[in-house]
């Protein structure tokens, strides 16, 4: 052993003396209540343990990414606990939460949304192919009729709707490209 791990184990040993002493004392003065205490402080320990692990999931669900308009006319976009940001668009009139998504290229409609938009699945060819971080998948072109975020809203927007599952829609660069966008501390602004 190097005087480190030496020095590491006698710090352990007194600070397990420490704990376990008085604890010993107590257990043996009265049982019931050094055991009722002890699973006292197990739970807390626990708990805290499980709101920290959990903390991201409670964080977006207590806080969720939200936008604002702003005095300047631009769009704020609040980052969520994973540090990503989400967006609110209408698609043909309807509304669909998009994954803003620098490194994608296309507008990226997940299947369902695009069911929910009013694209007809049962009509689209799923012959494009696409790089994604999980592959190539296949996907369709569909010309959107209306996309609107915030005060903004486009005409004959080409997108694509994803073969694959995928759990949300990606704003990917073709559409992002029409913005001025800037991004700090857990912001994105987007203006034109």
Do not use: C
């Amino acid at each position: 052993m190097d005087a480190d791990r030496t020095a590491q184990f006698i710090y352990l040993t007194l600070l397990l003396a420490a704990i376990a002493g008085p604890l010993i004392l107590n257990l043996r003065k009265s049982p019931g209540k050094t055991l009722q205490q002890l699973l006292i402080w197990a739970f807390l320990f626990v708990g805290i343990i499980a709101a920290y692990g959990l903390w991201p999931d409670l964080r977006s669900a207590l806080l969720p990414a939200s936008a604002s308009l702003r005095a300047d006319g631009s769009l704020e976009l609040r980052a969520d606990a994973y540090g990503h940001f989400h967006a609110d668009l209408s698609i043909n009139g309807t509304p669909v939460t998009f994954l803003i998504d620098t490194g994608a290229s296309d507008i990226v409609l997940s299947r369902q949304d695009a069911a929910r938009a009013g694209i007809d699945l049962a009509r689209l060819d799923f012959l494009d192919q696409a790089e994604t971080a999980n592959g190539t998948v296949a996907s369709a072109p569909v010309r959107l009729d209306s996309i609107t975020l915030g005060p903004w809203t486009d005409r004959d927007i080409a997108a694509s709707v994803n073969g694959a599952a995928m759990r949300e829609s990606l704003l990917g660069m073709t559409y992002l490209r029409h913005f001025h966008i800037e991004s700090s501390g857990g912001r994105l602004r987007l203006s034109r």
